[in-house]
């Protein structure tokens, strides 16, 4: 079965988190009942702090060492653009895969989604989770019992809402939660 999840640059991922994502994917193809399994993957950089020649480079590497153990290809493991990367990274995975397979794997563009649109990418993709927050949303406040149960008028006309947004704490954040009570303690001034 092919699995389906997004590829994250971020300087604090870790093979825990990524685990734990690939997880969370697993249920969501389930609940949207897509035959994939979950998968997740990542590079500890921050983006930011490299050029785009650079993360052309790493992109291509990476995705050469995952060709190369034969854990990506359209009826293997799907990746898509998560935290850090875009539209452009999965162009550059495309480019990799092609050139390394080339003809021998018709269905090659389906290698990734969250591609540019000359390569066969979707209309709409960049902005379909906050679309999907937006839905979902209009759905809740549509709900007439929670509406009751908070005190609310039905719909979201004439409302304003705040969106936050959870990340998983990063390790050295885990490190720091770790630190005995009396670290945190306010010393005493000095008279």
């Known amino acids: 079965m092919p699995c389906k999840g997004g590829v994250r640059y971020a300087p604090d991922v870790d093979v825990q988190e990524v685990q734990a994502l690939a997880s969370l994917m697993t249920f969501k193809m389930a609940v949207a009942d897509i035959p994939f399994g979950g998968a997740k993957g990542g590079i500890r950089l921050d983006p930011r702090k490299y050029s785009k020649a650079e993360l052309d480079r790493i992109t291509r590497r990476y995705t050469i060492a995952l060709a190369k153990k034969g854990i990506i290809g359209p009826a293997i493991d799907v990746p898509a653009p998560d935290m850090g990367t875009n539209a452009q990274t999965m162009a550059w995975m495309v480019d990799t895969y092609n050139?390394?397979?080339?003809?021998?794997?018709?269905?090659?563009?389906?290698?990734?989604?969250?591609?540019?649109?000359?390569?066969?990418?979707?209309?709409?993709?960049?902005?379909?989770?906050?679309?999907?927050?937006?839905?979902?949303?209009r759905v809740l406040f549509e709900n007439e019992s929670f509406c009751k149960k908070y005190s609310l008028t039905k719909g979201i006309?004439?409302?304003?809402?705040?969106?936050?947004?959870?990340?998983?704490?990063?390790?050295?954040?885990?490190?720091?939660?770790?630190?005995?009570?009396?670290?945190?303690?306010?010393?005493k001034k000095k008279k």
């Open 99 to 137: 050139t390394l397979y080339g003809t021998r794997d018709i269905n090659s563009s389906a290698l990734v989604t969250g591609k540019p649109l000359p390569l066969g990418g979707i209309d709409g993709r960049t902005e379909a989770t906050g679309l999907g927050v937006f839905y979902g949303t």
């Open 157 to 187: 006309k004439g409302k304003s809402m705040i969106c936050l947004l959870y990340t998983s704490p990063s390790p050295r954040d885990r490190q720091k939660s770790r630190m005995p009570s009396s670290a945190c303690k306010k010393k």
